[in-house]
C-alpha cells in the first residue's frame, strides 16, 4: 500500500524559510517512472503545483515559485523536502505532497505522461500578516 | 503560460449524468488528468491518459479528449460525487503541471 504523509510547522512568520519532509512509504524512489511532487491549495482556491523530483534526481519548478523553492530527496529514509524561502501570507495554504507516476510505454518521453496517483492528507501552513 | 478553464460548479439530479468540462488551446494534443477532491479531504485521482480509470473508480466515471475541450462524465450520478474535480496537463512549452480552477459539482 502506498502512503504518502506531509510534516512539518503549522505557523511560519513571514520572511522565514519553510521545510516541508514528505515521508512515503510502498514505493521507492530509486524506481524508474516515479517520483514526488508538491501541490498547494490555499483556502477556498485552486490546487497549485509546486515542485517534482524524479527518482533520476531530475527537479523541476514552478515557474512562478522557482526563485523560492527547492526540492530534494533522500531514497534510503523514503522522504521528499521542500524548501520554500521568505514564506508571506499568500502562501498560507494546504501543502500536499503525490506519487507521480507513469504506466506508459513513453515514460521516457517526459514528465507529460506521468500522473499523481496518491496523493498524502495535506499539512496546513499559515502565514500570519 | 498555458490556462485550463473550468465552470466554476455544475448542478445535477441524481440519478442523471454530469459533464464536467476544461478548455485550453489544443488541449485535444495534450494529456488530461482529473481528480476528485472531496470537502476537507486530499484529491484522489479519478482519470487518467485521458480516458483511463484508476483501479477502484466506478465504471460511472469516464473521459474524452479533443479539440479544445476535455471532459469527464459522471453517469448515474450520486451523492457521494459531490465534491470539486479539477483537471491537470503538462505544459511542455512552459515545463510545468497545470491545474484548471476547478468545479464543483453539486447533485440536487
Known amino acids: 500500500q502506498v502512503t504518502l504523509k506531509e510534516s512539518g510547522p503549522v505557523l511560519v512568520k513571514p520572511t522565514e524559510t519553510l521545510t516541508l519532509t514528505c515521508t512515503f512509504s510502498?514505493?521507492?524512489?530509486?524506481?524508474?517512472?516515479?517520483?514526488v511532487s508538491w501541490i498547494r491549495q490555499p483556502p477556498g482556491k485552486a490546487l497549485e503545483w509546486l515542485a517534482h523530483?524524479?527518482?533520476?534526481?531530475?527537479?523541476t519548478y514552478s515557474r512562478s515559485l522557482k526563485s523560492r523553492v527547492s526540492i530534494s530527496k533522500d531514497t534510503s529514509t523514503s522522504q521528499v523536502v521542500l524548501t520554500m524561502t521568505n514564506m508571506d501570507p499568500v502562501d498560507t495554504a494546504t501543502y500536499y505532497c503525490?506519487?507521480?507516476?507513469?504506466?506508459?510505454?513513453?515514460?521516457?518521453?517526459?514528465?507529460?505522461?506521468?500522473?499523481?496517483?496518491?496523493w498524502g492528507k495535506g499539512t496546513t501552513v499559515t502565514v500570519p500578516s | 503560460s498555458y490556462v485550463l478553464t473550468q465552470p466554476p460548479s455544475v448542478s445535477v439530479a441524481p440519478g442523471k449524468t454530469a459533464t464536467i468540462t476544461c478548455g485550453g488551446n489544443?488541449?485535444?494534443?495534450?494529456?488530461v488528468h482529473w481528480y476528485q477532491q472531496r470537502p476537507g479531504q486530499a484529491p484522489v485521482l479519478v482519470m487518467y491518459?485521458?480516458?483511463d480509470r484508476p483501479s477502484g473508480i466506478p465504471e460511472r466515471f469516464s473521459g474524452f479528449n479533443s479539440g479544445s475541450t476535455a471532459t469527464l462524465t459522471i453517469s448515474r450520478v450520486e451523492a457521494g460525487d459531490e465534491a470539486d474535480y479539477y483537471c491537470?496537463?503538462?505544459?511542455?512549452?512552459?515545463?510545468?503541471?497545470?491545474f484548471g480552477g476547478g468545479t464543483t459539482l453539486i447533485v440536487l
Open positions: 503525490a506519487r507521480i507516476r507513469c504506466s506508459s510505454v513513453s515514460c521516457l518521453s517526459g514528465a507529460r505522461y506521468y500522473y499523481m496517483d496518491v
Open positions: 510502498g514505493f521507492s524512489l530509486s524506481n524508474v517512472k516515479v517520483g
Open positions: 523530483i524524479f527518482s533520476n534526481d531530475e527537479k
Open positions: 489544443g488541449i485535444g494534443s495534450k494529456i
Open positions: 491518459y485521458d480516458t
Open positions: 491537470q496537463v503538462w505544459d511542455g512549452t512552459g515545463d510545468h503541471w497545470v
